[in-house]
């Protein structure tokens, strides 16, 4: 499913399931020794996808370990993402992008209070000005989370729901503006990113991917 909304040099791997006798490696298990139930399958199924996605570029498994604010620790020379929510799981990795995002969520509205702290005015105004059938909240925090995912490799640094201002369009795409100083890249200071999204399988998928020189940029979320 989210192979729809990422370019071709973005390999990917998804589940709707959590499959049997998956192993961890034994880094990965120091990381969920005392995690609940629920977490240990979705951390253990992401990095079965995770592998998966580095296999198909022609990577042997390795332990995909989270590092800072918990972005998952990838081979040298390969970028990624990971996500995971109630039914679904999915990694994407590339060799010839500069950063990638991905993100899942349910296709429903979002728990009441939440949308306050995620979007800002004008971007409430927004979405009301969209057409029905989507859950625009759920895709707008979607969304963010991927911006989120997709930046922090390229700065090391936190980004806020309010410091990226957001435009979702109903063709399938989005716009994030940056609304602080933003990652520099070959000399050029990035003030936004571009993705797409998708609505299948009761779920909402979000992804960015940032081409390298060796990238094309046209196909796909760049």
């Given at each position: 499913?989210?192979?729809?909304?990422?370019?071709?040099w973005v390999v990917?791997?998804?589940?709707?399931?959590?499959?049997?006798g998956v192993t961890l490696f034994p880094e990965e298990e120091a990381v969920i020794a005392r995690a609940v139930d629920k977490r240990?399958?979705?951390?253990?199924t992401a990095r079965h996808c995770a592998r998966q996605a580095l296999r198909r570029i022609g990577l042997a498994p390795v332990p995909i370990v989270p590092g800072a604010r918990g972005a998952p620790g990838w081979p040298d020379g390969v970028v990624g993402a990971i996500t995971h929510c109630a039914g679904y799981r999915a990694a994407a990795v590339s060799r010839e992008a500069l950063s990638v995002g991905i993100d899942a969520e349910p296709h429903d509205a979002l728990p009441d209070g939440v949308l306050g702290t995620v979007a800002l005015a004008e971007e409430q105004d927004a979405m009301?000005?969209?057409?029905?059938?989507?859950?625009w909240d759920r895709l707008l925090f979607s969304a963010?989370?991927?911006?989120?995912?997709?930046?922090?490799?390229?700065?090391?640094?936190?980004?806020?729901?309010?410091e990226a201002h957001l435009d979702l369009s109903p063709s399938g795409t989005f716009t994030a503006r940056f609304l602080v100083p933003g990652p520099v890249v070959d000399g050029r200071e990035l003030t936004g990113f571009t993705g797409r999204w998708l609505v299948a399988e009761g779920l909402v998928v979000t992804a960015i991917a940032l081409p390298g020189i060796a990238a094309d940029p046209s196909p796909g979320a760049g």
């Open positions: 499913m989210i192979e729809k909304i990422l370019p071709s990917s791997a998804e589940a709707f399931d959590d499959p049997p240990r399958r979705e951390f253990t009301e000005r969209l057409g029905p059938g989507i859950h963010k989370e991927s911006v989120y995912k997709a930046w922090f490799p390229l700065t090391g640094r936190w980004l806020g729901f309010e």
